[in-house]
């Protein structure tokens, strides 16, 4: 952590020296000193200290410099640091200002020169100026800082995409945050420049794209090798088995993902029917395991990038990303898993990522603070979301078009949401439209049972109403369903146009798709049964077809 700083300002360079040797040679383990003779650049600064999240303990400034009055620099020091002590470098002379200086700017302390000696001028002064802003001090987040507005689709997206990658961020509101509010003011950011991502070095993004942040977080968002043994599309639970799998057993691997590892097991607050972790565990802490196991092994990871297409050369698989650049694989294992399905109802496009969310419970709960939120769903993903949420709102309702939560969810889950005492079921209800004015307002409801209607006030929804895979990309005549999940294995041969598809001499293997060498496994898999361990199952599972494929070319 760094440590707070000391900041000096003098114009005669003489001072300057003076004062910054005292106070390094007393504060220097503690404090860091900084110092300069220009106001100018002291302003330059103090913003990049701000934007890096930087503390300063106490502001040391000389009354006369040509540039500025030292009390008008205390001045505008303060609206960036407004917690610092605040000290003047007087004569004798200009003592009548120091004194007034007190009332202006909430002046602690005005310095005589010459402060000689300091061990006794100097020191026991700064001393207790320091103990009282020590006793105060609270360190300031030290990483990435997401500024923007709260209602903005393009800000809930960068929140997601981080933390989906397990990149821990501080969200600051442009309009109600007063530090957000600093910021924004300092660097003379205008509404069109939201959402803004500030690094830890103090450098800034304007409404950058999530390429653009993963580059500057480290992700990898170009490939080293032009062609792989086996590339992994799509970073679920299944897709981290298999690149596990396939790099321990000394494949060259590499897994591609379109938004961020985990898929929709990675946004769970808490799963606790995972074998060998009796008291549950995050989704994130899965698959920051799992992230950390595969990269161990020598697995790459590719993310934010999303493949357009695959195509055939010869026994190779040519995988197109979405940038048009290709990578060359031996085998491909498809494992994109499903994306939520939209719900189709009036109002709920127009405030999508405006209070209205898919998913996303984790990104957003925080601003859910003593406010009525409704989860649209009634499964483990939408008992979970509730449970999460329930820490952070007034009011959870639960919303559901059955009776109750029996035919559909986990009965653990079931039991701990009866037993929260502001989580609310409500059965044989459905949406009719979402209201608001540039967002979520209001919901309208419709009870099935006796078709009334009535509105209530929705500070967010969070819908979960099952699942879609995510295979429209997905060509080559690869069979899928009517659904769109794709099939693979035996029940292939069920499809008229198998045999005119499938040209290999042998049956397919068993998550063999109708093209060899491309294999699928997990949710995207038609027969899949949609949980946890068996997508890390078959995930696992396929990196042996995969073996035997190569076997074979």
């Not at 601003?367 to 009011?395: E, H, I, T």
């Not at 969810?409 to 079921?425: F, H, P, R, W």
């Not at 292939?492 to 699928?520: C, H, Q, V």
Request: hydrophobic letters at 40%; charged letters at 25%.
């Amino acid at each position: 952590m760094a440590l707070p700083i000391l900041f000096s300002i003098d114009d005669d360079p003489q001072v300057l020296r003076a004062i910054s040797r005292d106070l390094k040679s007393h504060y220097r383990e503690k404090y860091r000193i900084l110092s300069t003779t220009s106001v100018a650049e002291a302003m330059e600064s103090l913003l990049e200290l701000q934007n890096r999240g930087d503390e300063v303990a106490m502001f040391i400034s000389d009354q006369r410099m040509p540039e500025m009055q030292g009390v008008d620099f205390l001045q505008k020091a303060m609206k960036m640091f407004p917690f610092a002590k605040r000290v003047l470098l007087t004569a004798y002379s200009d003592t009548e200002a120091a004194i007034k200086a007190i009332n202006d700017v909430q002046l602690d302390y005005y310095l005589m020169k010459p402060w000689d000696p300091p061990e006794e001028k100097l020191y026991p002064a700064i001393d207790e100026l320091l103990r009282d802003w020590q006793g105060n001090y609270r360190p300031d987040f030290k990483g990435i800082k997401v500024l923007g507005y709260q209602f903005s689709p393009k800000a809930h997206e960068i929140k997601d995409f981080l933390a989906g990658n397990l990149v821990p961020y501080l969200w600051l509101d442009a309009e109600s945050n007063e530090s957000g509010r600093q910021i924004s003011q300092n660097n003379n950011l205008c509404p069109v420049d939201f959402p803004v991502v500030i690094f830890e070095d103090g450098s800034l993004l304007k409404t950058p794209s999530l390429i653009d942040i993963a580059e500057r977080i480290g992700l990898n968002p170009k490939t080293k090798q032009q062609i792989y043994d086996v590339v992994i599309i799509g970073a679920g639970p299944a897709g981290l088995a298999a690149s596990v799998y396939g790099a321990s057993e000394g494949l060259s691997t590499l897994l591609i993902e379109r938004k961020a590892p985990g898929g929709q097991a990675g946004t769970s607050s808490r799963i606790e029917n995972y074998l060998g972790f009796p008291t549950g565990l995050s989704g994130a802490e899965l698959t920051r395991r799992a992230i950390t196991q595969a990269t161990r092994f020598g697995t790459e990871f590719l993310s934010p990038q999303f493949v357009k297409e695959i195509k055939l050369k010869d026994k190779y698989k040519t995988v197109v990303l979405g940038d048009g650049n290709e990578v060359n694989a031996k085998a491909v294992v498809i494992t994109t898993g499903v994306d939520y399905r939209k719900l189709e109802t009036i109002g709920i496009e127009d405030f999508t990522g405006k209070g209205i969310y898919y998913g996303a419970a984790s990104t957003e709960a925080s601003s859910c603070g003593n406010k009525d939120v409704y989860v649209l769903g009634g499964g483990n993903s939408a008992g979970q979301a509730a449970m999460y949420l329930s820490k952070f709102a007034r009011n959870v309702n639960i919303l559901v078009r059955k009776n109750d939560l029996t035919s559909s969810m986990s009965s653990y889950l079931i039991d701990q949401i009866a037993g929260t005492e502001n989580i609310a079921v409500l059965g044989c209800t459905e949406i009719l439209e979402a209201q608001g004015d540039g967002h979520l307002e209001n919901l309208k409801l419709v009870d099935l049972n006796t078709s009334e209607e009535r509105i209530v006030p929705a500070d967010a929804l969070f819908i979960f109403i099952g699942a879609k895979p995510y295979t429209e990309w997905v060509g080559l005549e690869i069979i899928k369903n009517k659904k769109g999940f794709i099939e693979t294995g035996r029940e292939m041969k069920n499809y008229d146009n198998f045999k005119e598809i499938w040209k290999a001499d042998r049956d397919p293997y068993l998550l063999e798709t109708s093209s060899p060498g491309i294999f699928a496994a997990g949710d995207v898999r038609a027969g899949a049964m949609n949980r946890v361990t068996s997508a890390v199952g078959e995930g696992s599972m396929s990196i042996s077809f995969v073996h035997q494929y190569l076997s074979e070319v």
